[in-house]
């Protein structure tokens, strides 16, 4: 059974900074693609940042330079660096591992950690 626990959400003033973490469990972390998602209150779920197995990355234009994701294979833990907040980044925040196996590919979401940007 793999689970994916988030951490690090708050309440943050804008222009702050803040880092999520994902930790997961199991045997999958380092065969996994791992995704940053948000949700914001009356909006679909959107993709925020990626890093594939090999350490490739990739980002929604919307945090391009302010956000950076990466990957610590040897202690499955995936983090989410965010900076230069905005009020917009508001939301929910969940990481998701897809997991590529000998048969296809599952994915495995976290119950997702808040993220507030208020003044």
């Known amino acids: 059974q793999v689970q994916l626990v988030e951490s690090g959400g708050g309440l943050v003033q804008p222009g702050g900074s803040l880092r999520l973490s994902c930790a997961a469990s199991?045997?999958?972390?380092?065969?996994?693609?791992i995704n940053w998602y948000r949700q914001a209150p009356g909006k679909e779920r959107g993709l925020v940042a990626a890093i594939a197995r090999d350490g490739r990355t990739n980002y929604a234009d919307s945090v391009k330079g302010r956000f950076t994701v990466s990957r610590d294979n040897a202690n499955k833990t995936a983090y989410l660096h965010m900076s230069s907040l905005v009020p917009n980044d508001t939301a929910v925040y969940y990481c998701?591992?897809?997991?590529?196996?000998?048969?296809?590919?599952?994915?495995?979401w976290g119950q997702g950690t808040q993220v507030t940007v208020s003044s």
């Open positions: 199991g045997s999958i972390f380092s065969r996994s693609a």
């Open positions: 998701n591992a897809k997991a590529y196996l000998d048969f296809g590919t599952i994915d495995y």
